[in-house]
């Protein structure tokens, strides 16, 4: 069975930080492409970040250029969202992801995409 757990995530003040962690078990996590997703009060699920399997690729949305860098530790079988600059439009549900299919050499960033996922972490960035 496969679990992803997230943690991090809160409250923080427009310009702050935060930093998500997902840790996988049930596959062979160092052959997924993972990815970050979030979800906004009456908005659809939004692909935030993405990163291949072998780390040889990422993904990131416009809106989040260069203020995100995901990351992840296929030892440690965890996947990292690091977040900076952090604006109230950043307030959302985040949802850590992991691809259907292992070893994919398209990085996926449609939801569709993706078989499992974590139970979700509000992130609120007051202004």
């Known amino acids: 069975q496969v679990q992803l757990v997230e943690s991090g995530g809160g409250l923080v003040q427009a310009g702050g930080s935060l930093r998500f962690s997902c840790t996988a078990s049930?596959?062979?996590?160092?052959?997924?492409?993972m990815g970050w997703f979030r979800q906004a009060p009456g908005k659809e699920r939004e692909s935030v970040a993405a990163i291949t399997w072998n780390e040889y690729r990422t993904y990131y949305a416009d809106s989040v250029k260069g203020r995100f860098t995901i990351s992840r530790d296929n030892a440690k079988n965890t996947l990292y969202l690091q977040m900076n600059s952090l604006k109230p439009e950043d307030t959302a549900v985040y949802y850590c992801a992991q691809d259907r299919f292992s070893y994919r050499r398209v990085l996926v960033t449609s939801p569709e995409g993706y078989e499992y996922w974590g139970q979700g972490t509000q992130v609120t960035v007051s202004s």
């Open positions: 049930g596959r062979t996590f160092g052959t997924y492409t």
